[in-house]
């Protein structure tokens, strides 16, 4: 007898066994690491992947929203310019009111003010006239005086009294 049969390529059947038997624990060994290994492995990777998407999704949604807030903020800002626009365009137009009041209250006061101290320098030159014609008057009577004593008639009293005011002048008991 043959003590060895020859099999495949002349291998020993044992080997041949032996080798399937690996081939098939290896095969075995193989799906029990991809339920116990693999598949957990990838599905961490996929669920890593699915999140990193998430995330990049909620990254876009994000800039988008900060896009809009700030297209709303700069509209904001312009508004609030125009607003502050108006409200200095209407302080200047009450301080020009305010000004054209003033003015016109200054002009009213001071031709009130020249009005009075005209009244006021008539007045003056009124009393300065009475006061002229009293004095006038103490000079004429100063006058009669000397007439009555040197015994000269009302002809001469006059024509003296009247060549007086001709040297003192109108224009200066008057102004």
């Known amino acids: 007898m043959l003590a060895e049969q020859t099999f495949l390529f002349n291998l020993d059947p ?3 066994f032996d ?26 990777l996929k669920d890593r992947k699915d999140r990193i998407a998430g995330e990049i999704e909620d990254a876009k949604a994000d800039k988008e929203s900060a896009a809009a807030l700030k297209a709303e903020y700069e509209a904001k800002l ?3 310019d125009k607003e502050a626009e108006t409200i200095l365009s209407e302080a200047r137009q009450k301080a ?15 031709s009130r003010i020249i009005k009075r101290a005209q009244e006021e320098a008539e007045l003056e030159k009124k009393h300065a006239m009475d006061d002229m014609k009293q004095e006038m008057i103490a000079v004429a009577s100063l006058m009669a005086q000397k007439v009555v ?4 008639d009302t002809k001469i009293q006059s024509t ?12 200066t008991w008057q102004s």
């Open 78 to 80: 312009k508004e609030v």
């Open 14 to 16: 044992q080997l041949v």
């Open 149 to 152: 004593s040197a015994s000269i």
């Open 96 to 110: 020009m009111k305010n000004q054209d009041r003033l003015i016109q209250e200054a002009k009213e006061e001071a």
């Open 19 to 44: 080798a399937i038997l690996l081939a098939v624990a290896v095969f075995f060994l193989y799906l029990l690491m991809s339920y116990l290994l693999f598949n957990p492995a990838r599905k961490m």
């Open 160 to 171: 003296l009294v009247d060549e007086t005011l001709r040297e003192m002048g109108e224009s």
